[in-house]
């Protein structure tokens, strides 16, 4: 159990450390830096000996940079060549040396693949001689007690018995142990020596511990990143056309049909600011539930009400298949319905001409169901793994933010329900999420 608990932490560091690695190198990628690509491949494996070897191949398969200074292995370079923009993880070996070779993808693989090949026994095998000993103690424990119980048994029974309870709770994150055995002999040292040893172990469980640490703050910290450059993305255009407005009209304050001509613009770029900052509260500081039991049909059909004006002035034909059963959910109405109208305001969007909206609701034994299909154009399915993230949006730059979706699923989350997506380009999509059923209309 110690075994793969240490195994699984290693994993997730050097996960964390080739992500980390490949962002620090995208920016030399993008210029063709092949100093600063090398330079940085060089830091890293001078950072720990854990560190085996890192590499940069484009996506033609060429090494861009390297560390190996006597050639690259044979059979090295395609041991791991993902085909997506996921990172990969191999065991290789490569004569008496093992490593846990991690393929990172640069700019999500369209720049090519970072590898960085970790020593597995730089962490494992100092573990597995600890384990071993231990292991080699217990025996010796199991047979002095033997012989002690045959030969000396009052004299060496206790102090064995002592030990030996110890063995099995050893606690990783707890205080030193100490067995205080003081017999002046053997036993003694060999007690002392388990002491030691637990002592290592807790002490290496506590540096993986650490490294874990380090790289789950390190990951915050990238997502602290992607979310500023979400919001300077959003808000930079809004704030152009303002000051594009305000800097006309300061440099000729009388003209009044100029001011007439840029007032609603900046006045639009206000309002996509406000939706912006309005977006990320939600996101960030949502509001709290108010659970109850309602009708979703009436639900949806007030959502509807708030977009009906987007349906007729493109020309959307709206299909509504209502429930033959009550479809009563105990669920927040309020943050249901902003669910239904971004839901609805995304199908109206995938199709500015025209198309074909239906909506309908379904109860079943423990959940209501509800389905909201379009015929827009549909999401490629390399997109689709990634819509649930913020400030991912397949729209028009100002069109969204790209908050909606990720606000949605967490609002249907927290109120017990589930939300999937199917979509094709071209085909359509189709929205559907579940909720509980109030207790009233299960019965």
């Not at 004569?95 to 597995?120: N, V």
């Not at 000993?133 to 002690?148: N, P, S």
């Not at 205080?180 to 002592?199: H, P, R, V, W």
Request: charged share 20%.
């Amino acid at each position: 159990m110690v075994l793969q608990t240490l195994e699984v932490e290693f994993t997730k560091t050097g996960y964390t450390l080739s992500m980390n690695l490949a962002q620090q190198l995208e920016e030399a990628v993008l210029t063709d830096d092949l100093l600063t690509m090398q330079d940085l491949l060089w830091q890293w494996t001078a950072f720990s000996s854990h560190h085996g070897y890192a590499l940069i191949i484009a996506p033609n398969g060429e090494v861009r940079a390297s560390t190996f200074t006597d050639g690259i292995p044979k059979g090295l370079v395609a041991a791991n060549l993902p085909s997506d923009g996921r990172v990969h993880i191999q065991k290789i070996s490569d004569k008496d040396s093992h490593y846990l070779d991690f393929a990172a993808p640069l700019l999500e693989g369209t720049a090519g693949w970072l590898r960085l090949g970790f020593h597995e026994g730089a962490v494992l095998v100092p573990v597995l001689r600890i384990l071993r000993v231990l292991l080699g103690m217990i025996f010796v424990f199991i047979l002095l007690g033997f012989l002690g119980a045959v030969v000396f048994s009052r004299f060496f029974s206790s102090p064995i018995q002592k030990i030996v309870s110890k063995i099995g709770t050893v606690d990783l994150e707890g205080p030193r142990i100490e067995l205080n055995i003081k017999t002046g002999d053997e036993l003694e040292l060999l007690a002392k020596s388990f002491e030691d040893m637990a002592q290592r172990l807790q002490d290496k469980h506590q540096q993986l511990s650490e490294a874990n640490r380090k790289g789950f703050e390190a990951q915050k910290l990238a997502e602290l990143g992607l979310l500023a450059s979400g919001i300077a993305h959003e808000l930079n255009n809004p704030v152009a056309g303002l000051k594009n407005g305000l800097k006309r009209i300061a440099n000729n304050p009388s003209n009044i049909e100029q001011i007439d001509r840029y007032m609603p613009t900046m006045l639009e770029s206000i309002n996509q600011m406000e939706k912006v900052v309005h977006e990320i509260l939600n996101y960030a500081r949502p509001e709290p539930l108010c659970i109850t039991s309602f009708d979703l049909e009436e639900l949806v059909d007030h959502a509807l009400l708030l977009t009906r004006h987007k349906l007729e002035n493109l020309g959307i034909e709206l299909y509504r298949n209502h429930s033959s059963s009550k479809v009563h959910v105990l669920a927040d109405p309020h943050s249901i319905t902003q669910v239904l109208v971004n839901l609805l305001s995304n199908a109206v969007d995938a199709m500015p001409g025209g198309g074909r909206l239906s909506i309908s609701t379904r109860g079943q034994d423990e959940q209501v169901q509800c389905i909201i299909q379009d015929t827009g154009h549909g999401i490629i399915e390399k997109d689709l793994e990634k819509i649930w993230e913020p400030f991912c949006s397949t729209r028009e730059i100002g069109k969204g933010t790209g908050l909606g979706l990720s606000v949605s699923r967490n609002l249907i989350e927290k109120n017990g329900g589930t939300i999937d997506v199917q979509s094709k380009k071209d085909n359509g999509t189709t929205f559907t999420f579940y909720l509980p059923v109030a207790p009233e209309s299960s019965s």
